[in-house]
C-alpha cells in the first residue's frame, strides 16, 4: 500500500512563563492508505500534541514546531502540512483530513442545531447549495447510526446523549470522505456499551469509506480490535512501533510491558495482580538527556543514563527505542 503520511523528527515546544515544554520530541511515523495506526500512552506523552501540530491547531504562541516534515498525499499532490500556509492547511483540514475531539461537548457549539454544523462543513468544502448540504446531513446522520435523522437535523448538541454527540462528531469528520480520520480518544467519557458501539461505527466507516484511520488512546485494550499497527508513545517519543499483534506477542520495551500487564485478562482463571507502573512521566519542562523512562524501569542500567535511545529495527515492521533487550534478558547489542 502506498504511503499517505509520512512524518519525519516532529520537534514541537511550548514556551511559557514556567519555562519550555518539551511537548513533542522528534516524533517519526508513517500511515498507509485505508490502515489504522494506534497511537498508545499515557496522558502527556505527546500523543493529542503530535497530531495537532500536523494541523495547526496548536496555539502560536505559546506553542511552537521547531523541525520536522509532515509529506501529506492528497487529492492535489504531495505536500508538507508544516510548511503550508493557514489558508490551505483548512482547506486540507476538514475536507482531506477529518478530525474526531475528544470531548463532543466543546467541539460543538451550543447556539447551532447539528444539522447546521455538519452542513457547513459541506458548503465550505464541497461547495455545496444548502438543499444539498441538508440532504447530505440526514444521509451522514442516518450513516452514524441516529436515529430519525431528519428530526434530529433541527436539534441542538444539549438534547443529545454523549455517544449521540459523538456520533454527530463523528459526521462531521466524514462529511467530506477525508483521506484520514485522526480519532482522539474518541471514547473518553463513554460508558463501555457505547465505548463498544463507537468502535464497531468506526470498524464499519473505514470499510464503506476506505479511509485510513489514526485512532488515539491510552487504552491498549481497544487497539487489539480496531488497529494493524500501534504507535507507543512516552515523553513525547516514541518508544516503540509494531504490527499489533507482534506488539502483544513480542513487547520489547518495558513500558509497553508495563501497559499490558495492566490490562485485565479475561481467558484465563488464574488470579494474578494487574501491573502499575511505579512513578510518574517524566517532567517535561526538563531537556531530555538520557532515556525518558529511566526513571521508572527495572531494567534500566549505566547507557540508558547517558544517552537517548534512538529506535532500533528488531524485525522488518518492529522498532523499539530501548538499550535493553528483554528477550535476551540483557543490554541489546550495539
Known amino acids: ?60 504562541p505559546p506553542g511552537k514546531i521547531e523541525s520536522g516534515t509532515a509529506y501529506f498525499t492528497g487529492v492535489n499532490g504531495r505536500y508538507d502540512l508544516l510548511k503550508m500556509s493557514p489558508e490551505k492547511l483548512r482547506n486540507v483540514r476538514g475536507g482531506q483530513i477529518g478530525f474526531v475531539f475528544q470531548d463532543p461537548i466543546s467541539t460543538l457549539n451550543p447556539i447551532l442545531t447539528i444539522g447546521e454544523q455538519i452542513a457547513e462543513t459541506l458548503t465550505r468544502h464541497k461547495q455545496m447549495s444548502k438543499e444539498e448540504a441538508r440532504e447530505h446531513t440526514i444521509r451522514l446522520l442516518a450513516q452514524v447510526g441516529i436515529p430519525d435523522p431528519e428530526l434530529r437535523y433541527k436539534a441542538y448538541p444539549f438534547q443529545f446523549s454523549g455517544g449521540m454527540r459523538q456520533r454527530v462528531v463523528i459526521a462531521i469528520a466524514i462529511a467530506c470522505t477525508p483521506q484520514i480520520i485522526i480519532a482522539d480518544e474518541p471514547t473518553t467519557a463513554l ?13 464499519r466507516l473505514r470499510e464503506t469509506l476506505d479511509v485510513a484511520v489514526i485512532w488515539i488512546t491510552h487504552d491498549l485494550g481497544v487497539v487489539a480490535g480496531i488497529a494493524e499497527r500501534v504507535l507507543v508513545m512516552y515523553g513525547g517519543r516514541p518508544a516503540e512501533i509494531a504490527l499489533v499483534d507482534d506488539l502483544y506477542e513480542r513487547p520489547q520495551h518495558p513500558y509497553t510491558l508495563g501497559l499490558l500487564g495492566a490490562l485485565p485478562r479475561l481467558e484465563t482463571r488464574e488470579s494474578k ?5 511505579k512513578g510518574t512521566p517524566p517532567d517535561l519542562l526538563l531537556p531530555l538527556q ?12 549505566d547507557r540508558c543514563w547517558q544517552e537517548i535511545p534512538p529506535l532500533i529495527t528488531v524485525d522488518e515492521q518492529h522498532q523499539v527505542a530501548c538499550f535493553y533487550d528483554l528477550e535476551k534478558g540483557g543490554p541489546r547489542d550495539a
Open 191 to 203: 460508558d463501555v456499551t457505547v465505548q463498544a458501539q463507537i468502535v464497531d461505527l468506526f470498524k
Open 290 to 301: 538520557h532515556c525518558p523512562f529511566a526513571w521508572r524501569c527495572d531494567y534500566a542500567f
Open 273 to 277: 495482580r494487574l501491573v502499575s507502573i
Open 1 to 60: 500500500m502506498a504511503k499517505i503520511l509520512e512524518v519525519n523528527n516532529l520537534v514541537t515546544k511550548f514556551y511559557t512563563l514556567d519555562g519550555v515544554v518539551n511537548a513533542v520530541n522528534g516524533v517519526s511515523f508513517d500511515l498507509e492508505e485505508g490502515e489504522t495506526l494506534a497511537i498508545v500512552g499515557e496522558s502527556g506523552s505527546g500523543k493529542s500534541v503530535t497530531m495537532m501540530s500536523l494541523l495547526g491547531l496548536i496555539p502560536m
